[in-house]
Nanobody
């Protein structure tokens, strides 16, 4: 079963950028659609975006569209979430999840992103 590990979180000022990584082991990431979610304290988990396993397509929630991009390096077994023009409301723990057959087979442990002045 594929296992996922997120990294790249940290603290940044509004308007800054971060790049999160979702690294896979025990499976080939090219076989999976990788979805990103985030959860802020006291709030429900929120969908962020998807890197679809075939066709190189991506999709994003309206709240991040135009600011976040997704890419993958299949040779390294990593999907990247590039976050630009970060806002205070982007503060959350970010998770990636692997989907192949309509269900999530694996979730990462999360990485914290804090946007503050």
């Amino acid at each position: 079963q594929v296992q996922l590990v997120e990294s790249g979180g940290g603290s940044v000022q509004p308007g800054g950028s971060l790049r999160l990584s979702c690294a896979a082991s025990g499976g080939t990431i090219s076989s999976y659609t990788i979805d990103w979610f985030r959860q802020a304290p006291g709030k429900e988990r929120e969908y962020v975006g998807s890197d679809i396993r075939s066709g190189g397509l991506t999709a994003f929630a309206d709240s991040v569209k135009g600011r976040f991009t997704l890419s993958r390096d299949n040779a390294k077994n990593i999907v990247y979430l590039q976050m630009n023009r970060l806002k205070l409301e982007d503060t959350a723990t970010y998770y990636c999840a692997a989907e192949q057959t309509g269900t999530y087979e694996s979730w990462g442990q999360g990485t914290q992103v804090t946007v503050s002045t």
